[in-house]
């Protein structure tokens, strides 16, 4: 029997309940193993049974492969996982590989590594650590932190997580532009006026405050999501598809960015919400317009835009692509749509191309269309869930779609940047529902979501 075990430490929170055990259900369908050992850890008082419950998941919904085991631990006391390898023993058989989810608090990566460690040196079967940002609160924190971890781990049992690098519409970036010569040749500044990056929500901080209030926006969102999507766009072609090589050529990407400026705004009522935690006044930012460049030769000339906010109208992450309306030699006017490139990461995930063309049976009047692709459509089905695809990544060994301790430096070198700028900039206050704090419509965009 071929048997694999991924064990969730902080199995209780809503990471494992909402993304990680669903997505190990349908992971657990295809052929890879025969029994897959499910290790929920948690400092509540649960046996196998109460923990189901808890969860809400009935034994009839599990594929058969799947074994659901509780394993009581606080991880505040420095011996909490001291009988993990004994209660492990007597579940796994022809066991060829572990995987650590680390859904718990930054505050307990060190220890729980170091409890750990007696596994990371086992040789006979594979065994990786997987963790959730925040990496770090800044760039002297993510360096502890890096260190800490490689104290028991080596780099390459590590597995920095960001879920939007599992979303299929990110990981098409590359294939889409070096795929199709027509977009990788015009994949520079010559051809594209700016590029877009918007991630926003329609919910507040809510159960995050008192993380949020110490984070705020750019740490939560810029600093890693957007960036990360940035850095797909911004990217020389790697040397090969080896994720050594993609993660050479994102890490270029990130440090050849220079911060030019930004707006950043708070939602109305949020230092209302900050009374449950006993403060009454607040810069911390729900939204932020961050305008960069690029030293690189590709982008010299093309401003980068990363958007995100708290509280908006609508929920969309998408990436938008402006081309120059230059050359239009016939047929244009000033009021001719240049074209443009959209990207659509959620709700849904698909590609948009906006051009112009003529209307049938008039003449000569030019209309803006939009051409789509929509992967339910072309390929029956909708993309695949961002945590099973990471899962799974993991479990082939495969580091493209997580996130290089180098990657984590430079970004937090740029941020660290941006803060220092904005530091006494006091937040513009914006109105829950709305489109986020008033800003030009030149700098804003076109926001062409759904």
């Not at 008082?45 to 009839?60: G, R, S, V």
């Not at 066991?95 to 650590?100: K, Y």
């Not at 090969?240 to 705004?265: C, N, P, W, Y």
């Not at 992967?375 to 290089?404: A, M, P, R």
Request: glycine share 6%; hydrophobic share 35%.
């Amino acid at each position: 029997m071929k048997s694999f075990t991924i064990i969730i430490l902080g199995g209780t929170g809503d990471l494992a309940k909402k993304k990680l055990l669903p997505a190990i259900n349908t992971i657990s369908k295809k052929d890879h193993f025969d029994k897959v050992n499910v290790v929920v850890i948690g400092r509540r008082d649960f046996n196998d049974e109460h923990y189901m419950e808890f969860a809400k998941i009935k034994q009839t919904e599990l594929h058969s492969k799947i074994k659901i085991s509780y394993f009581k631990s606080d991880f505040s006391k420095d011996d909490s996982l001291k009988a993990l390898p004994e209660f492990l023993l007597g579940l796994e058989k022809g066991c060829i590989g572990r995987i650590f989810y680390l859904a718990t608090s930054p505050n307990f990566f060190g220890s729980i590594s170091k409890q750990l460690s007696s596994f990371a040196k086992e040789d006979k079967i594979f065994n990786r650590i997987m963790i959730e940002k925040p990496f770090g609160h800044d760039l002297e924190s993510s360096i502890e932190l890096k260190d800490d971890l490689e104290k028991y781990f080596s780099e390459e049992q590590i597995y920095r997580v960001d879920h939007y690098l599992g979303k299929d519409t990110v990981q098409n970036i590359l294939v889409l532009r070096l795929s199709n010569p027509f977009f990788e040749r015009t994949w520079n500044s010559e051809s594209i006026e700016k590029i877009e990056i918007t991630v926003n929500e329609d919910i507040g901080v809510g159960d995050r405050l008192g993380y949020y209030e110490d984070t705020g926006l750019i740490r939560d969102m810029i600093q890693n999501h957007l960036l990360q999507i940035a850095a797909f766009i911004l990217m020389e072609p790697p040397k090969s598809m080896e994720s050594q090589h993609i993660h050479d050529a994102k890490v270029l990407a990130i440090e050849q960015l220079r911060f030019e400026k930004a707006t950043i705004g708070q939602y109305e009522g949020y230092i209302d919400e900050l009374s449950a935690v006993g403060k009454t006044d607040s810069n911390t930012e729900t939204y932020a317009e961050v305008h960069l460049r690029s030293d690189s030769k590709r982008w010299h000339n093309t401003p980068i835009i990363l958007r995100s906010g708290k509280n908006l109208d609508k929920r969309y992450a998408l990436i938008e692509i402006f081309y120059r309306k230059e050359p239009c030699i016939l047929y244009c006017d000033i009021d001719t749509f240049p074209n443009r490139l959209v990207l659509n990461i959620q709700p849904v995930q698909d590609i948009e191309f906006y051009m112009n063309t003529k209307i049938p049976k008039r003449d000569l009047e030019i209309k803006h269309i939009k051409l789509n692709f929509s992967s339910e459509c072309e390929f029956s089905s909708n993309s695949s869930e961002s945590y099973e695809n990471i899962l799974e990544e993991c479990i082939i060994g495969d580091k493209t779609l997580f996130i290089s301790s180098q990657e984590i430096e430079a970004a937090w070198k740029l941020v660290d940047n941006i803060r220092e700028h904005i530091k006494d900039i006091k937040p513009l206050i914006y109105k829950k529902g709305s489109k986020g704090p008033i800003i030009s419509e030149v700098s804003r965009g076109s926001h062409g979501h759904k």
